[in-house]
């Protein structure tokens, strides 16, 4: 099966046996292959460029090789992460007698993503950061089918039901949730006003992925991935939402509605996450909601026109997540008075990575 996505693969080049000069702008990710960057964003998406880069590299290190897996997978397919510059891992047909291997470090923030410098000593500039040592790691398995690969771009890497799976088992639930929000996202393309069409393609995925789980029945950290898989939402418009969703849950509160319609002096509106029946609205804004000053303006008339239609709003930006018990505390206090929450915290979905 052949999957195409609009994302394009970094140019990944192999310097064993280059008869031509490697460009200095040129990265080493792995022994013998270099990256020639392109991407000249922020930070965090020069290390998805890294990544994706990373991923195709490891495909090309040695024999065996069988699919790209886990959280490089998510990016191949077009989802997102909690942590912008992941492990590496692959699937190989044999038993490995090396694991897990140390790829060289990146430095991002710059012009573009740039390689260390062989001198320790040689300052970043301002802008730049130390990217965290990624391990590439080696997984062999023996239940894996040939319905449970499939190529995008002309790289093999898990499929989505099985990348969701995957996640869901291994990784820390925080990050499982925003990766398994993204992957729904990716499968249903949720369409506000063919909400029918979506919810039946996310019910299709979850059966799918709840039949796998099922057939794990000594597999540590099942029943964790069959809870979280209860949790997860299509309808999460961006990683940032779905942290700040999981910030709430593991806390106790109960499920939110995700993009619930609501109409206010005759304008119709989304919500990222409401409890409709206190008329609580808890909005996520992220760094691309506000690239304007006409944006900023109209959602503070949105705001107005919800809080006269008795809605009781708060806003998070991202700063704000790091500060989970912050978050916890204001979404309390904006709760409406007499309201009484009986919070029965999720206290295995706190498990997490550090955040970027």
């Not at 000249?40 to 495909?59: I, N």
């Not at 890497?157 to 990348?163: K, Q, Y």
């Not at 069959?226 to 299509?234: A, E, N, R, W």
Request: aromatic share 6%; charged share 25%.
């Amino acid at each position: 099966m052949t999957v195409h996505v609009s994302a394009v693969l970094p140019a990944v080049v192999s310097t064993t046996g280059c008869l031509g000069a490697v460009p200095e702008t040129a990265v080493p990710i792995m022994r013998g292959q270099v990256l020639l960057p392109q991407v000249s964003a922020g930070h965090w998406a020069q290390k998805r460029e890294v990544t994706l880069a990373r991923a195709v590299a490891a495909l090309h290190a040695g024999t065996g090789t069988i699919a790209i897996a886990y959280e490089a997978a998510v990016l191949i397919h077009g989802g997102s992460l909690r942590r912008f510059e992941p492990d590496i891992d692959v699937v190989l047909s044999y038993r490995p007698r090396l694991t897990t291997t140390a790829l060289p470090r990146v430095i991002y923030g710059g012009t573009l993503a740039r390689r260390v410098p062989r001198c320790e000593r040689v300052p970043l500039e301002r802008a730049e950061r130390l990217g965290r040592q990624v391990q590439l790691r080696r997984h062999y398995r023996e239940d894996l089918s040939e319905h449970d690969i499939v190529t995008i771009n002309g790289v093999p890497v898990t499929s989505l039901a099985r990348t969701l799976t995957d996640c869901l088992l291994d990784l820390p639930p925080a990050d499982a949730l925003v990766a398994g929000d993204s992957l729904l996202r990716v499968h249903c393309r949720p369409d506000r006003w063919r909400s029918r069409d979506t919810n039946a393609l996310w019910q299709e995925l979850v059966a799918d992925v709840e039949e796998r789980l099922s057939s794990y029945r000594h597999r540590n950290g099942r029943v964790r991935a069959q809870s979280l898989l209860k949790l997860l939402s299509p309808w999460a418009e961006s990683p940032g939402e779905s942290e700040l969703r999981r910030i709430l849950l593991a806390a106790g509160f109960p499920l939110p509605e995700l993009q619930h319609r609501v109409v206010a002096e005759n304008n119709e509106y989304f919500l990222d996450l409401s409890w409709p029946d206190i008329m609580l609205d808890v909005e996520f804004d992220g760094a691309l909601k506000y690239a304007g000053d006409d944006v900023v303006f109209q959602e503070g008339i949105r705001q107005d026109r919800l809080k006269r239609a008795g809605w009781h709003v708060v806003r998070f930006k991202t700063p704000a997540l790091r500060e989970p018990d912050s978050v916890v505390r204001q979404v309390l206090d904006a709760s409406p008075q007499g309201r009484m929450w009986v919070l029965q915290p999720r206290a295995w979905m706190n498990t997490m990575s550090p955040l970027p």
